[in-house]
């Protein structure tokens, strides 16, 4: 459990130096709580709220004073074995996701590039530049005349909309 720098990080099966900011946690007596529930029931939003109203520091995050209000329910073991198998299924499902959101941004480059070929060889007919077939347009508190004469009004906010607390849209 991670209490300086990233307090709530919950880690398991990682191996090497405990510091002060991380700290080691283990079932006193496994009839009691499995190590499984643990490492489920500290990611709950409910502790990692706890955590978070604890924690202080500016730079770095400190949250060791957390450790004393934080309140894990025991269920029976059957039952906790329950729970965590149904979590470690979802948790599953969730790295297959993210393994398959990569993968899809990974094909998408190599897709572009195998149909379009490397953009540094710009010998092809068909490269013109931006500006040339759109209009950038980026916030401005006026209006700006677009090339077509249209007169384009984005909205931008600046650190001087920013007064005692709330935001002067005018």
């Known amino acids: 459990l991670v209490l300086d720098g990233s307090p709530g990080y919950v880690g398991m099966g990682h191996s090497g130096a405990i510091s002060s900011g991380i700290r080691r946690v283990r079932p006193i007596n496994e009839s009691l709580v499995t190590r499984g529930w643990l490492y489920y029931a500290l990611q709950s939003p409910q502790i990692q709220a706890v955590i978070q109203a604890h924690s202080q ?30 979590l470690r299924k979802a948790d599953d499902l969730r ?8 993968r899809a941004r990974d094909l998408l480059p190599a897709l572009f590039y195998e149909m ?6 710009r010998r092809h007919s068909w490269f013109v530049a931006l500006e040339d077939i759109a209009d950038v347009v980026s916030g401005v508190a006026k209006g700006r005349k677009l090339r077509s ?8 906010l600046r650190v001087a909309n920013v007064q005692a607390g709330f935001l002067d849209l005018s």
């Open 149 to 156: 004469n249209e007169t384009v009004t984005v909205p931008y």
């Open 57 to 86: 520091g500016v730079t770095i995050a400190h949250a060791s004073s957390a450790i004393p209000h934080l309140r894990i329910p025991v269920p029976s073991l059957p039952e906790q074995q329950r729970i965590v198998a149904i």
């Open 95 to 102: 790295q297959l996701r993210r393994r398959a959101n990569q």
């Open 116 to 121: 379009f070929g490397d953009f540094s060889d």
